[in-house]
């Protein structure tokens, strides 16, 4: 059975930095796009970020680029997404998830497995 466990969201104020951490388990993920997406309370689920687990390409929202950065540590298992210059509609849950195939793509429906997603808030 595969398992995403997330962490390192929080509260933090505005102008700062977190960084999540998204450990798998149970697959080998060596075929696998590992990405970043968030909820904000009434909104639906939107791409923040992805990276394919064997090499480096990524691909970010638009809106984020520059902010946010992902990246993965094969040796661990664990992909990370590192949010700087954090503002209040950052604001979201943010979940982990991870796509059989090699095509890094921005939609939900896509990703086959999700974890339970970690609470990020951004104060003014």
């Known amino acids: 059975q595969v398992q995403l466990v997330e962490s390192g969201g929080g509260l933090v104020q505005a102008g700062g930095s977190l960084r999540l951490s998204c450990a798998a388990s149970?697959?080998?993920?060596?075929?696998?796009?590992m990405g970043w997406f968030r909820q904000a309370p009434g909104k639906e689920r939107e791409f923040v970020a992805a990276?394919?687990?064997?090499?480096?390409?990524?691909n970010y929202a638009d809106s984020l680029k520059g902010r946010f950065t992902i990246s993965r540590d094969n040796a661990k298992n664990t992909v990370y997404l590192q949010m700087n210059r954090l503002k209040p509609e950052d604001t979201a849950v943010y979940y982990c998830?991870?796509?059989?195939?090699?095509?890094?793509?921005?939609?939900?429906?896509?990703?086959?497995?999700w974890g339970q997603g970690t609470q990020v808030t951004v104060s003014s």
């Open positions: 998830a991870a796509r059989s195939g090699y095509n890094i793509v921005a939609l939900t429906h896509f990703y086959e497995y």
């Open positions: 149970g697959r080998t993920f060596s075929t696998y796009v």
């Open positions: 990276i394919r687990w064997s090499g480096t390409n990524t």
